[in-house]
């Protein structure tokens, strides 16, 4: 884990994990729900992985059922980053 | 597949089926980590092979059966030989008894070897394999998993087990190129099965027990790109024993 890293690190990492995963450039925001962008339940494990090889930030299953949006899940990251 | 930089793990590999498996994968270029329980010497001996078919190899002791042992022997291969991508599912227990004297441990101690350390090395493994969009996963199962056998109520379990499981792990996964399979041999010759083969091979249709080489050629096919759209299947090699 990295103490140094910003939400806007994170932001970033997010929406470049997302574009890999076939999102459209312009879709990713923080607005934009899983479901809008076509994001399903492997893409969410896969993206828990990178974050926790990358962040030290382990996310669960019931973490996931909780985020609304992409914004919620920057949110969290960083703040069990802090 | 012989980029150098991914390896096959082959649980059981030091004899047997597993050896045969290990050697094949080496001559089909990949890099194979060989996980031994007990049989030092024959681990030893199957990658004194698969150097000798110059590819990389090493051997990693650790009994599946124990829970920490899928993220030690996936740690270890990696960093010994590269991201595990592909897994062969070999090592595999018997302890027979008819149903009605069976234990509580003698039934789930077969469990937890053949099917429960399966389950845990698969899921250590997709990790890389979601990453890398590809992976192979084969395990070998048994064709008593397919229609049972008399004594063996906890090792046809565990082998019917690993089919159930099998398919739905490539029904999860397929859409990342990553392959799930079976492959079910039926009386094959090796130690395990010595005791008995001249007396069961009359009962089988081509009149012989298959070798080890045979199975492990078709766990050969199924790691291999040609095998890409082979996803969830139990490919049966038992001579149409089954037939």
Redesign the interface.
């Known amino acids: 884990m990295n103490s140094a890293v910003s939400s806007k690190d994170v932001e970033a990492r997010i929406f470049e994990i997302l574009i890999s995963f076939g999102t459209e450039p312009d879709s990713a925001v923080r607005e934009a729900t899983f479901d809008q962008l076509d994001i399903d339940s ?1 893409d969410l ?2 993206l828990a ?2 974050v926790d090889e990358e962040y030290g930030v382990e996310l669960t299953i019931d973490d996931a059922q909780q985020l609304q949006n992409v914004g919620d899940a920057i949110d969290l990251i960083v703040s069990r980053i802090a | 597949m012989s980029d150098g930089k991914r390896c096959a793990l082959v649980t059981g590999g030091s004899r047997g089926i597993g050896a045969a498996i290990a050697r094949q994968l080496a001559a089909d270029g990949w890099a194979v980590a060989v996980n031994y329980r007990d049989d030092e010497q024959g681990a030893a001996e199957t990658v004194g092979a698969i150097l000798e078919l110059g590819a990389r190899g090493c051997a990693i002791q650790g009994d599946v059966a124990h829970p920490p042992t899928a993220d030690n022997l996936v740690a270890a291969a990696e960093a010994e030989l590269g991201p595990v991508l592909a897994l062969v599912n070999n090592a595999g227990v018997h302890s027979d008894g008819l149903s009605a004297t069976m234990s509580d441990d003698e039934f789930s101690r077969v469990l937890e070897t053949n099917l429960t350390a399966a389950f845990r090395l698969t899921r250590r493994v997709l990790r890389k394999m979601l990453r890398a969009r590809f992976g192979r996963i084969v395990s070998i199962g048994s064709i008593v998993g397919l229609r049972g056998n008399v004594g063996q109520a906890n090792y046809a379990a565990s082998k019917a087990g690993l089919i159930a499981m099998t398919r739905t792990v490539a029904a999860e996964v397929a859409r990342r190129g990553i392959t799930a399979n079976v492959v079910a041999p039926g009386l094959i010759d090796t130690a395990m099965t010595a005791p008995l083969s001249q007396e069961l091979a009359g009962m089988v249709p081509a009149r012989r027990a298959g070798s080890p080489e045979e199975v492990a050629a078709c766990v050969g096919f199924l790691v291999s790109e040609a095998a890409s759209y082979v996803n969830g299947a139990t490919l049966v090699v038992d001579g149409a024993l089954t037939a």
């Open positions: 492997l494990v896969e992985q990178i």
